[in-house]
């Protein structure tokens, strides 16, 4: 089974740009987590999605984010215009349907987005 | 709120020496808590857990122990290896909701 892969697995843009994360979950996991770490920082939590509806979006820092999971599959995160302090990487987590805290997120090898 | 405290890095030891790396948390209740690993190149991976005070997780000779009377969950290990140099993470979680991680410890073994 493949587990949960992410791409770009590295991204270098200038201020201003347009950048898009995308997270292939595990096959039929319902939910779909993104987390950001900023360097040095702790792992934050960004949103939760069950499959295609954002359950928790609280942790999304502006409206310069955007995420997005059509289909209930794959899910991409766009951060419109980036800002230097965007850079630091960017985890992806899937876990089964049901009750969410009651299954293991599976974590993603991360996209390392580098702002200039 | 939620939070969780680890000891910065970057740890460096000698192989077979002994690994503590302490984490402290800030629950608003009984949270389930976690030690994840990231190894070079790769994604987090589970390393253990505890769900419960008293509660002992163990894995590949890692152990922490979740004690509710200090707010600790430190995680030891009795002889390390090289193959154990990774980033270690320790985080809080409510059924349902998502992580609280700490902000990562960064650990070299050198032989």
């Known amino acids: 089974e493949a587990g949960v892969t992410q791409f770009p697995s590295h991204s270098v843009i200038e201020k201003g740009q347009t950048v898009t994360l995308r997270c292939d979950p595990i096959s039929g996991h319902d939910n779909l987590y993104w987390y950001r770490r900023v360097m040095g920082k702790e792992i934050k939590f960004l949103l939760h999605f069950v499959k295609e509806s954002k359950q928790d979006e609280s942790g999304m820092p502006n409206n310069r984010f955007l995420a997005e999971r059509t289909g209930g599959t794959y899910s991409t995160l766009k951060v419109q215009p980036a800002e230097l302090e965007d850079s630091g990487v960017y985890f992806c987590?899937?876990?089964?349907?049901?009750?969410?805290?009651?299954?293991?997120?599976?974590f993603g090898p991360g996209t390392r987005l580098t702002v200039t | 709120g939620n939070s969780v405290t680890q000891m910065e890095g970057p740890v460096t030891l000698s192989e077979e020496a002994f690994l503590t790396i302490n984490c402290t948390y800030t629950?608003?209740?009984?949270?389930?808590l976690f030690w994840y690993v990231q190894y070079p190149g790769e994604g987090l991976q589970l390393l253990l857990k505890a769900t419960k005070a008293d509660d002992k997780g163990s894995n590949k000779g890692f152990e922490a122990t979740y004690r509710k009377e200090t707010t600790s969950f430190h995680l030891e290990k009795g002889s390390v290896q090289v193959s154990d140099s990774a980033v270690y993470f320790c985080?809080?979680?409510?059924?349902?909701?998502?992580?609280?991680f700490g902000t990562g410890t960064s650990l070299t073994v050198i032989p």
């Open positions: 987590a899937s876990s089964r349907g049901g009750v969410a805290g009651s299954y293991e997120q599976y």
């Open positions: 629950a608003t209740g009984y949270p389930s």
């Open positions: 985080a809080l979680k409510f059924t349902g909701n998502q992580f609280y």
